[in-house]
């Protein structure tokens, strides 16, 4: 009988960060949330609203905690998977996932430029340029935190937009 109630204990225990870290997850992952925060930056420019993927969700999600695996230190690694994908990497106890679509990526509207409807020639702003691509119809996302209170944001978009020479909308 103490055996098993040991053994028990043991797998409690072992399960125990494995809970926290699936609680992290799923308490600060709101797909609507998300979904809206990408809408809001697409209505600011005038074009459609996207529509939530559970098929790039589910491939996001798969991203996502692939590069979780590579996240468990100090250093941030942040690779793609392919074309039409935002990745952004934050903290549990930080900015929400929605926060770092509309405050991070939202952020590279200043490198925009709205007359050309395209990045300015010096600047970065292919995050933001991908959420406002007007053909681009389809969003989905998956995030992963780690035990280090480190968590992936992965968005994947259909179809994917930073088209070379296209505009954006």
């Given at each position: 009988?103490k055996?098993?109630?040991?053994?028990?204990?043991s797998?409690?225990?072992?399960?125990l960060?494995?809970?926290?870290?699936e609680?992290?997850?799923?308490?600060?992952?709101?797909?609507?949330?998300?979904?809206?925060?990408h809408?809001?930056?697409?209505?600011?420019?005038?074009?459609?609203?996207?529509?939530?993927?559970?098929?790039?969700?589910?491939?996001?999600?798969?991203?996502?905690?692939?590069?979780?695996?590579?996240?468990?230190?100090?250093e941030?690694?942040?690779?793609?998977s392919?074309?039409?994908?935002?990745?952004?990497?934050?903290?549990?106890?930080?900015?929400?996932?929605?926060?770092?679509?509309?405050?991070?990526?939202?952020?590279?509207?200043?490198?925009?430029?709205f007359?050309?409807?395209?990045?300015?020639?010096?600047?970065?702003?292919?995050?933001?340029?991908?959420?406002?691509?007007?053909?681009?119809?389809?969003?989905?996302?998956?995030?992963?935190?780690?035990?280090?209170?480190?968590?992936?944001?992965?968005?994947?978009?259909?179809?994917?937009?930073?088209?070379?020479?296209?505009?954006?909308?």
């Amino acid at each position: 009988m103490k055996t098993m109630i040991l053994v028990f204990v043991s797998l409690c225990v072992i399960q125990l960060p494995l809970l926290a870290q699936e609680s992290s997850s799923s308490t600060i992952f709101n797909p609507a949330k998300i979904l809206e925060a990408h809408n809001l930056l697409r209505q600011e420019v005038g074009v459609p609203a996207l529509e939530w993927s559970e098929e790039l969700a589910e491939k996001a999600q798969k991203w996502a905690e692939k590069l979780a695996l590579k996240n468990q230190g100090e250093e941030w690694y942040l690779e793609h998977s392919g074309s039409g994908e935002n990745l952004a990497g934050g903290f549990v106890t930080g900015d929400l996932p929605e926060v770092r679509v509309s405050d991070g990526w939202g952020s590279e509207k200043e490198d925009f430029d709205f007359s050309a409807k395209s990045c300015l020639a010096i600047e970065k702003c292919g995050h933001y340029s991908q959420i406002i691509w007007r053909n681009t119809t389809k969003v989905g996302c998956g995030l992963k935190a780690n035990e280090n209170g480190k968590y992936i944001l992965v968005c994947n978009y259909d179809p994917p937009g930073n088209v070379r020479g296209q505009t954006a909308f």
